[in-house]
């Protein structure tokens, strides 16, 4: 029903207005599927158990992951080299070998066809009505339930669940915006691929124009970015993310054994990841270390702050090991005179992460307002770095700004939103490449 305007224009009048009804019915039914689907996101797949969520990435994918990032690793490699003896044309192979390999394990893996779907989604949105959009929707629910027997999704249903309530109001630019962060969010589950290809076709492009330089920069954080995912998923952290949020839907379903089971494999990770991270990065991993015996000793019932506890610990998880990964990604992309600013970016971006868990999990808003009183700081470093450029000291100023404005909130009992602190971060994360 969207390229219909032609026709209608030789179509009867009844033709038409049987036509105009027949499509009202179908953006009914739509409208109507979607808020059922949005309301509950009770769209079960096949033989997916509440209680099995996030199990392992399965071995043939994380193997596949692996196997192929290193050998995109070794064409970005070749391509610089070959820069390096001014043999563009071969380089362009290379990289486009490349391409071709992220582009495919990308859409075949797990997160790739609910990627795509959004593609169309966002797509759809240039052109037609947000109701229209909306029929794109009950198929993307569809696959990310039956995907989240292996990833968690929660926060890209949530996305889609805003992205629904937008267009059904017919606000286009919030619509687009939900939908662009529910695929940011997929982005980051399956590989780096989606955020090292824009990279490379890039350099494609510097590599036409002969800007070698520029196309080589581009080649070195590429391969950097890749580095950091196939060491990040190997690692300890990763295991004891997996491990925390078994645990975690273990109590939530009242098995308390095999929760405090997983309890116990998380911190043996923890304990092998504690020896290769920084000293702030071993804080981390003490304090969680008293969390787990806290939990341990009171995981043999249900109570609601035991059940928040835990849920903070694996969310703490998840920033140890997003953070561990940013500085993967420096240490192999910047030399050591500019890490100084990755640095203090990372730190803001973990203390961000942790006044959320404050706030939304936890509701310690004075916890909350310290950690963001210490990304503010981390911050106001950047700021005077002389590493910052006027362009992106004034991004690094609206985020202090936006930063300042949620500790107001916090001061009146407001806790803020996830759009709040996830939008902060993602932000950091855009200056973390800039910078």
Not at 67 to 92: F, M, Q
Request: proline share 3%.
């Amino acid at each position: 029903m969207r390229l219909h305007s032609c026709r209608n224009r030789v179509m009867p009048a009844r033709h038409r207005e049987e036509e105009r009804m027949l499509k009202r019915i179908v953006i009914g039914i739509i409208v109507f599927c979607c808020s059922c689907v949005l309301g509950s996101m009770a769209l079960a797949a096949p033989n997916v158990s509440p209680r099995e969520l996030y199990r392992e990435v399965p071995d043939d994918e994380e193997s596949t992951i692996i196997r192929t990032s290193v050998v995109a690793v070794y064409h970005i490699a070749t391509a610089r080299g070959l820069l390096h003896e001014n043999r563009s044309a071969a380089a362009k192979e290379k990289i486009d070998a490349s391409l071709v390999l992220l582009k495919t394990v990308s859409n075949r893996l797990s997160t790739g066809v609910a990627s795509q779907q959004i593609q169309i989604a966002l797509k759809h949105l240039e052109y037609d009505t947000p109701k229209d959009v909306l029929g794109d929707l009950p198929p993307l629910f569809y696959t990310l339930n039956r995907i989240a027997d292996y990833v968690p999704v929660d926060k890209t249903q949530r996305h889609l669940q805003e992205a629904g309530r937008y267009l059904n109001e017919g606000k286009k630019v919030e619509a687009l915006r939900e939908l662009k962060l529910a695929d940011d969010s997929l982005a980051h589950l399956d590989i780096e691929a989606e955020r090292v290809i824009p990279y490379l076709e890039k350099a494609r492009e510097y590599v036409d124009r002969q800007e070698y330089g520029q196309a080589e920069r581009l080649l070195k954080r590429a391969e950097s970015m890749l580095q950091a995912g196939i060491v990040t998923m190997q690692s300890p952290l990763q295991h004891a993310k997996k491990d925390f949020w078994r645990a975690y839907w273990r109590y939530s379903e009242g098995e308390f054994n095999s929760a405090r089971e997983y309890l116990a494999r998380a911190r043996a990770s923890l304990l092998r990841a504690k020896q290769s991270l920084d000293v702030r990065g071993k804080g981390v991993v003490d304090q969680l270390e008293k969390n787990i015996d806290h939990l341990d000793a009171k995981a043999s019932e249900k109570r609601v702050e035991t059940e928040s506890l835990l849920k903070a610990t694996w969310q703490r998880v998840v920033a140890l090991s997003e953070r561990s990964y940013d500085y993967l990604t420096a240490n192999w992309h910047e030399a050591e005179t500019t890490i100084g600013s990755d640095q203090d970016l990372i730190e803001a971006k973990l203390h961000i992460a942790d006044a959320e868990i404050a706030a939304r999990t936890l509701r310690d808003p004075a916890g909350a307002d310290k950690a963001l009183a210490q990304a503010e700081l981390d911050l106001q470093k950047v700021l005077t770095s002389p590493l910052t450029d006027d362009k992106s000291g004034k991004e690094v100023q609206t985020l202090i700004d936006r930063i300042s404005r949620l500790r107001k909130q916090l001061s009146t009992g407001e806790m803020g939103n996830e759009q709040d602190y996830e939008g902060l971060r993602t932000d950091i994360s855009a200056l973390l490449r800039k910078i």
